[in-house]
């Protein structure tokens, strides 16, 4: 193994890059609009700036790839002498909550992308954040994630959560109707009524079927 991804800088660039690449992906997909392209090749250029001995235009525009954005060459050249010098002077402050003005991440986004650090809503204010924070260490999942979000009564075929409870919570099992009665409510329930000719077969309505 490398023995630079060791580096406590890098790694945090690479999980900063991981997150960007969550949060672009996951609104392409929505198709939501992605944010300002001098927010991201700046976002970039500071993921480049932990990650890489120097930040140019190659570096920025190799995590742009690999993240899957698409960015004007005019911003990249500007964002990344602005980061490199920075840099070279010791004066480039990574703030979690700038990078999320950067690229315009809400909290709700936050949440369902599942950013866990390096990266803060730009629609918190300071108590929500200690907040979240607070919970977060407390380990308190996020609604998001929560059994009344995620609903999976309806993967395991259920309608109602009760009824899935009921039944363990276990995936609903079709089964094969195999009696005539059975076979007769499939079919509408046809019954035989009388006539003034005798006994004839017509399909009664869904509510002359007896329920088991």
Known sequence: MDPLLHNPEITMGLELRNN??????????????????????????????????????????????????DIPESFITRVSAEVAAAKAADALQFDPQMIGEMVQLTAAEREEYRI?????????????????????????????????????WVRDGYRCRRTWERNGKSPKVSQKRSTTKEIHKEEWCSTKVATNDGFSTKPATLGDCEDE
Request: hydrophobic share 35%; with cysteine.
């Open 20 to 69: 960007l690449k969550a949060i672009y992906r996951g609104r392409l997909a929505q198709g939501h609009a992605v944010g300002s392209l001098e927010g991201w090749a700046r976002s970039i250029a500071f993921a480049s700036a932990r990650i890489d001995a120097e930040v140019t235009t190659g570096t920025v525009a190799k995590h742009m790839q690999w993240i899957g954005i």
């Open 116 to 152: 866990r650090r390096l990266i803060e809503a730009c629609d918190e204010n300071q108590r929500e954040r200690i907040n979240r924070q607070r919970r977060e260490k407390r380990g308190a999942r996020p609604r998001s994630h929560s059994i009344t979000a995620t609903q999976p």
